[in-house]
């Protein structure tokens, strides 16, 4: 959404940047570090790891988008490995069941006691493999904990690790023995990311790296899950203006009235939004939010969270264009025109 995120006739000027320094690892120190030892095997991905990074401060979910083949699951693999977090992938199929991803209650045969199994959702990095290839009973198992950062089993609450991040994956083109994502587990997701073949150069050095040896270890990464825990409580500190705060709104506010629009954003992507702003600054060391924070966000946060109508998505395929990008290009270009608070 590139137009989308060049600045309009009406900015909000935005606060003086602080010269005070807070505690902890230096936040684009940080994003520095990760893209490069992310990029060192996985090529062409640096945006896609911004927005990883942003995503795991700003304690959202994300959901990959693409066909196979373009090395989704290495590229989580090698973001939770550079962070020093614990990683577990899980397979989704159609005849798993919700067991198999919060655990369950097992009699131990030595105590004769039962006890509760862990299951993979413990981990700071989750990757749920082609999630829409299990039934809806298997992914609403995950809804809890994506949004409460806790399981209940047999009425007993187990709290996950922190940080804690779901990054999910789909194929896009193949639909037959799959489930449609339920539109409150796609409010859960912060951003939907879709991923395109690489060009033609990325393509190259991936073929000249990956063609004769097999992908390297990572060195080890002197961030603990604590340091990224106090990352987060830092980018809840970020200030947002007044102007930039009605900017969000007029955008969320304008995705429902927008009359190609049959179902807008909900309040909840509307903290969600602010949140991933406020790391998106954060990282970028700043602590206060510029409009260029939200617009540079926008198309991420709401591609997946907007219903078209059915003669408005067919116009993408005699056009030629990404409708649902144009619409919400308009949106965000509209609702930043209106932002400026009168003084």
């Given at each position: 959404?590139?137009?989308?995120?060049?600045?309009?006739?009406?900015?909000?000027?935005?606060?003086?940047?602080?010269?005070?320094?807070?505690?902890?690892?230096?936040?684009?120190?940080?994003?520095?570090?990760?893209?490069?030892?992310?990029?060192?095997?996985?090529?062409?991905?640096?945006?896609?790891?911004?927005?990883?990074?942003?995503?795991?401060?700003?304690?959202?979910?994300?959901?990959?988008?693409?066909?196979?083949?373009?090395?989704?699951?290495?590229?989580?693999?090698?973001?939770?490995?550079?962070?020093?977090?614990?990683?577990?992938?899980?397979?989704?199929?159609?005849?798993?069941?919700?067991?198999?991803?919060?655990?369950?209650?097992?009699?131990?045969?030595?105590?004769?006691?039962?006890?509760?199994?862990?299951?993979?959702?413990?981990?700071?990095?989750?990757?749920?493999?082609?999630?829409?290839?299990?039934?809806p009973k298997v992914q609403s198992a995950l809804l809890e904990a994506m949004q409460e950062?806790?399981?209940?089993?047999?009425?007993?609450?187990?709290?996950?690790?922190?940080?804690?991040?779901?990054?999910?994956?789909?194929?896009?083109?193949?639909?037959?023995?799959?489930?449609?994502?339920?539109?409150?587990?796609?409010?859960?997701?912060?951003?939907?990311?879709?991923?395109?073949?690489?060009?033609?150069?990325?393509?190259?050095?991936?073929?000249?790296?990956?063609?004769?040896?097999?992908?390297?270890?990572?060195?080890?990464?002197?961030l603990s899950s604590e340091a990224l825990v106090a990352l987060r409580d830092r980018a809840?500190?970020?200030?947002?203006?007044?102007?930039?705060?009605?900017?969000?709104?007029?955008?969320?506010?304008?995705?429902?009235?927008?009359?190609?629009?049959?179902?807008?954003?909900?309040?909840?992507?509307?903290?969600?939004?602010?949140?991933?702003?406020?790391?998106?600054?954060?990282?970028?060391?700043?602590?206060?939010?510029?409009?260029?924070?939200?617009?540079?966000?926008?198309?991420?946060?709401?591609?997946?969270r907007l219903l078209l109508h059915p003669e408005v998505i067919t116009q993408q395929y005699?056009?030629?264009?990404?409708?649902?990008?144009?619409?919400?290009?308009?949106?965000?270009?509209?609702?930043?025109?209106?932002?400026?608070?009168?003084?």
């Amino acid at each position: 959404m590139n137009d989308a995120t060049s600045p309009g006739a009406a900015v909000p000027n935005a606060p003086p940047t602080s010269t005070g320094r807070s505690s902890g690892p230096d936040p684009t120190a940080l994003l520095a570090s990760l893209e490069a030892s992310v990029g060192e095997e996985v090529i062409g991905y640096e945006p896609v790891v911004r927005l990883l990074a942003v995503a795991m401060v700003a304690e959202g979910h994300v959901l990959l988008e693409g066909v196979p083949g373009l090395a989704k699951t290495f590229l989580v693999r090698r973001f939770a490995g550079a962070l020093a977090l614990s990683f577990k992938r899980i397979q989704f199929t159609p005849d798993m069941l919700p067991s198999d991803i919060i655990g369950s209650v097992v009699l131990n045969p030595q105590s004769q006691s039962f006890e509760f199994r862990r299951g993979p959702v413990f981990a700071n990095v989750v990757l749920a493999d082609e999630i829409n290839r299990a039934p809806p009973k298997v992914q609403s198992a995950l809804l809890e904990a994506m949004q409460e950062r806790q399981v209940t089993v047999d009425g007993i609450t187990y709290p996950l690790p922190r940080p804690f991040l779901v990054i999910a994956t789909e194929n896009p083109v193949e639909q037959e023995g799959t489930y449609p994502l339920p539109e409150a587990e796609l409010d859960r997701l912060l951003f939907r990311i879709l991923l395109g073949y690489p060009t033609e150069d990325a393509e190259v050095e991936i073929l000249r790296r990956h063609g004769s040896r097999l992908p390297e270890g990572l060195p080890a990464s002197p961030l603990s899950s604590e340091a990224l825990v106090a990352l987060r409580d830092r980018a809840l500190r970020v200030t947002i203006g007044e102007d930039v705060l009605r900017y969000v709104t007029n955008v969320i506010r304008g995705t429902r009235s927008d009359e190609r629009v049959v179902i807008g954003a909900s309040p909840r992507a509307g903290v969600q939004f602010v949140r991933a702003a406020k790391a998106s600054a954060l990282l970028d060391g700043r602590d206060y939010v510029t409009p260029e924070d939200v617009k540079n966000l926008a198309f991420w946060v709401l591609n997946h969270r907007l219903l078209l109508h059915p003669e408005v998505i067919t116009q993408q395929y005699t056009s030629g264009r990404n409708t649902l990008e144009s619409v919400l290009r308009e949106i965000v270009k509209d609702g930043l025109q209106r932002a400026v608070v009168p003084r």
